[in-house]
Nanobody, 125 residues
Framework: QVQLVESGGELVQAGGSLRLSCATS????????MAWFPQAPGKSRGFVAA???????AYAVSVKGRFTISRDNAANTAYLQMNSLKPEDTAVYYC???????????????????WGQGTQVTVSS
């Protein structure tokens, strides 16, 4: 069974940086595409970034140039480097993994098969 465990979320001041990690276990073939979805208080879960097995990436417009997604296939881990953080980035960040995520739809939550429990990112002004 595939498990995803996020870490790295914490309280940071606006303008600061954080690096989130998503460690996977249970089968690398099940995690061909990995992505990060934040959910802010009182809002639906959104999308910030995705990366496939070949390291092709996709980003939400709101984070382009500030966030970088990467992965270490040997370590079965994905990362989200978050720079120039803003208070509006405050959310629980969920890691997701999918076996066959459509190339044109990395932002679609239903494309993903596995989800982590989330890690809290709080950005103070």
């Amino acid at each position: 069974q595939v498990q995803l465990v996020e870490s790295g979320g914490e309280l940071v001041q606006a303008g600061g940086s954080l690096r989130l990690s998503c460690a996977t276990s249970g089968g690398s073939s099940e995690t061909r595409t990995m992505a990060w979805f934040p959910q802010a208080p009182g809002k639906s879960r959104g999308f910030v970034a995705a990366i496939n097995w070949s390291a092709n990436t996709a980003y939400a417009v709101s984070v382009k140039g500030r966030f970088t997604i990467s992965r270490d296939n040997a370590a079965n881990t994905a990362y989200l480097q978050m720079n120039s953080l803003k208070p509006e980035d405050t959310a629980v960040y969920y890691c997701a993994a999918g076996v066959r995520v459509a190339a044109a739809a990395p932002q679609v939550q239903s494309e993903y098969d596995y989800w982590g429990q989330g890690t809290q990112v709080t950005v103070s002004s």
